[in-house]
């Protein structure tokens, strides 16, 4: 595993939090990245994702507007501040290229970190 997610919390309700992901430039500067997390419960979902061609980005529809993706310059590191947080965001936070390795979504395998905890309480 050569990924690494930080910066999780216990925080209240419209808070901010800024997770890192730190990674080899390989990865990290590859074609896309994404932030993906998973409820207790829930399927593995895709928060956001950025392109390296022309740094495109993409949220889902609820994060969209609250939510922030990033890499540092040099493109070893990736970010995800977070702002206006609910307790719907509660969740362990992933970092991985998208798609995701094998194009699954499951991160039971090698390919992914420990992911970073956000808890949010109302």
């Known amino acids: 595993v050569h990924l690494a997610e930080s910066g999780g919390a216990l925080v209240q309700s419209g808070s901010s939090l800024r997770l890192s992901c730190a990674g080899t430039e390989t990865i990290v500067s590859g074609p896309a990245m994404a932030w993906y997390r998973q409820a207790p419960g829930k399927q593995l979902e895709v928060v956001a994702a950025i392109t390296t061609e022309k740094g495109g980005t993409n949220y889902a529809d609820s994060v969209k507007g609250r939510f922030t993706i990033s890499r540092s310059n040099a493109k070893t590191v990736l970010y995800l501040q977070m702002n206006s947080l609910k307790p719907e965001d509660t969740a362990v936070y992933y970092c991985?290229?998208?798609?995701?390795?094998?194009?699954?979504?499951?991160?039971?395998?090698?390919?992914w970190g420990q992911g970073t905890q956000v808890t949010v309480s109302s």
């Open positions: 991985n290229t998208f798609p995701p390795p094998g194009a699954i979504m499951s991160v039971d395998s090698a390919s």
